[in-house]
């Protein structure tokens, strides 16, 4: 739950919380924000540590001096009462699936290089970290199967724990490595490419964007992300492809409004990175 000053702020107009989930293993929420605060908000913090997958829109989130960049292709970690800021730099909002693992199963599926040591609860030492299309299709999966409810609690909390092993794996997921200024440069990047995942963008429409040459935004997005810009911007509009199979019966309509030249090209880069055929992945969060 998240506080504000110290008062519960669950009853704000801008947030809704839909409760999916909840046993003694894990809880699970789907939280949707408007994205009214544009600047930083006031400070709060929250009474469990919380893992949060952004699965539409994007935010900024502030901790002292850090900055955050939350998207699709990120795992943000919230540390229990750790002070921290929210932004909306880009209009839209966004929606993010929340966890919160039992301690004692966290500390087990945690890296303890993950970890600082000497705090009384689990506190993750970085803001954030990169998921991989694995993980995004899983956030995908149980947030569908449960706002549908064909998932039972054994399927569910299964599901769960899977995503969060598979998001803090040393193979499977990554930790952003540059110096500060690099790291904001690239931050700014995604600002930009979240703004309107359907445009096709130019190299140097991005750059004239951050403010940089086309080429030192190469050099420096793949230095930071450890992937080429384009790919970072392809994961972006499939996982939001993932978050719209639900609602849309026309997959050339849903590829097109993504961007993508034709059926076939959708069809064929979902498939590459996430193994399965748009088609295919919503049969499989229809009621069986």
């Known amino acids: 739950m998240f506080r504000r000053k110290g008062k519960i702020a669950t009853a704000m107009s801008q947030f809704i919380v839909q409760p999916l989930l909840d046993t003694g293993t894990v809880r699970?929420?789907?939280?949707?924000?408007?994205?009214?605060?544009?600047?930083?908000?006031?400070?709060?913090?929250?009474?469990?540590t919380h893992l949060v997958f952004p699965y539409r829109g994007v935010f900024v989130r502030h901790v002292g001096r850090q900055d955050a960049v939350a998207e699709?292709?990120?795992?943000?970690?919230?540390?229990?009462?750790e002070a921290y800021q929210i932004s909306h730099p880009v209009e839209g909002g966004d929606s993010c699936l929340d966890l919160v693992v039992e301690e004692a199963q966290l500390l087990e599926l945690t890296p303890k290089e993950q970890l600082r040591t000497g705090g009384a609860a689990p506190a993750f030492r970085r803001q954030r970290r990169r998921i991989d299309p694995r993980a995004q299709a899983l956030v995908a999966l149980l947030r569908h199967s449960l706002s549908r409810k064909i998932a039972e609690t054994l399927e569910a909390e299964t599901l769960a724990l899977t995503l969060v092993r598979r998001?803090?794996?040393?193979?499977?997921?990554?930790?952003?490595?540059?110096?500060?200024?690099?790291?904001?440069?690239?931050?700014?990047?995604?600002?930009?490419?979240s703004?309107?995942?359907?445009?096709?963008?130019?190299?140097?429409?991005?750059?004239?964007?951050v403010g940089v040459s086309p080429v030192?935004?190469?050099?420096v997005f793949q230095q930071v992300e450890?992937?080429?810009?384009?790919?970072?911007?392809?994961?972006?509009?499939?996982?939001?492809?993932?978050?719209?199979?639900?609602?849309?019966?026309?997959?050339?309509?849903?590829?097109?409004?993504?961007?993508?030249?034709?059926?076939?090209?959708?069809?064929?880069?979902?498939?590459?990175?996430?193994g399965r055929t748009p088609a295919e992945f919503q049969r499989s969060i229809k009621p069986r």
């Open 28 to 48: 699970v929420r789907d939280v949707v924000c408007s994205g009214e605060c544009r600047h930083r908000s006031e400070e709060e913090y929250t009474s469990a």
């Open 195 to 209: 703004s309107d995942l359907s445009r096709r963008w130019t190299l140097a429409e991005i750059a004239t964007e």
């Open 72 to 81: 699709a292709n990120q795992l943000l970690f919230f540390n229990e009462a």
């Open 226 to 274: 450890a992937m080429p810009l384009y790919r970072y911007h392809l994961r972006l509009r499939l996982a939001r492809a993932l978050d719209l199979l639900g609602s849309y019966d026309n997959l050339t309509t849903l590829g097109m409004d993504l961007g993508f030249s034709s059926h076939s090209h959708f069809s064929s880069a979902f498939r590459q990175v996430y």
């Open 216 to 219: 030192y935004l190469t050099q």
């Open 167 to 193: 998001s803090l794996g040393e193979r499977t997921s990554h930790v952003a490595g540059a110096s500060p200024g690099r790291q904001k440069l690239v931050d700014r990047a995604k600002l930009v490419l």
